[in-house]
């Protein structure tokens, strides 16, 4: 079955820096990776998502890269604000078929003020 | 837009009796209906996936008896954790696929569930 691993597990930023999450996947077959972020005691939330017939994908402050040869994609914020502090997970699956999402571990991003 | 509800969000109960947990979408048929467990601090950990009118399909490691999945509607699964104990404490969530074309899941908002 699909592997996810995530890194880091914790990252501390600045106000107005990047932020940078990766993921590795273990199943060639998956071709649709979607971002999700969790506020404590709420719901994930897609943010983005991408698919295996595009490398990238920015929507505004956020953008998602895809490298299927290495099996990694990553998730880049810019400009962090406060608000954008979260546990962060990747995901893994098919887009056809009724597979499941592998999630990764997660990541929990604190923007400081 | 695309809404899914979950009831309750939080529940207490004593140990030895059983919880129902509704995970309904609101605006849209789904499919697929998917039954996660979330510990503390940690990812989501599927437990089941369950079709309308067919038998859910569940995880390994995962009790069939224990944790009884149905899925009557297109509209509608529930989760009825049976004779809870307190190691079944932990946050559910449910997920909802739109359509068959695009695995985009939309997320219910938990239900807390804490067995004395």
């Known amino acids: 079955g699909e592997n996810v691993e995530q890194h880091p597990s914790t990252l501390s930023v600045q106000e107005g820096d990047s932020a940078v999450i990766k993921c590795t996947y273990s199943?060639?077959?998956?071709?649709?990776f979607p971002w999700y972020k969790q506020e404590l005691g709420k719901r994930p939330q897609l943010i983005i998502d991408?698919?295996?017939?595009?490398g990238e994908k920015k929507d505004q402050r956020i953008a998602v890269t895809l490298n299927k040869t290495a099996k990694h994609f990553s998730l880049h914020i810019t400009e962090t604000q406060p608000e954008d502090s979260a546990v962060y997970f990747c995901?893994?699956?098919?887009?056809?078929?009724?597979?499941?999402?592998?999630f990764g571990s997660g990541t929990r991003l604190q923007v400081q003020p | 837009g695309a809404v899914v509800s979950q009831h309750p969000s939080w529940v207490i109960c004593k140990s030895g009796t059983s919880v129902k947990i509704e995970c309904r979408s609101l605006?849209?048929?789904?499919?697929?209906m998917f039954w996660y467990r979330q510990f503390p601090k940690q990812s989501l950990m599927l437990m089941a996936t369950?079709?309308?009118?067919?038998?859910?399909?569940?995880e390994q490691g995962v009790e069939k008896d224990k944790f009884l999945i149905n899925h009557a509607s297109l509209t509608l699964s529930t989760l009825t954790v049976t004779s809870a104990h307190p190691e079944d404490s932990s946050f559910y969530i449910c997920?909802?696929?739109?359509?068959?074309?695009?695995?985009?899941?939309?997320f219910g908002a938990g239900t807390r569930l804490s067995v004395l």
């Open positions: 997920s909802a696929r739109k359509g068959l074309a695009k695995n985009i899941q939309y």
């Open positions: 199943d060639s077959a998956s071709n649709y």
């Open positions: 991408i698919r295996s017939n595009v």
């Open positions: 995901a893994a699956s098919t887009d056809t078929g009724r597979r499941a999402l592998t």
């Open positions: 605006d849209f048929q789904a499919t697929t």
């Open positions: 369950s079709n309308e009118g067919s038998k859910a399909t569940y």
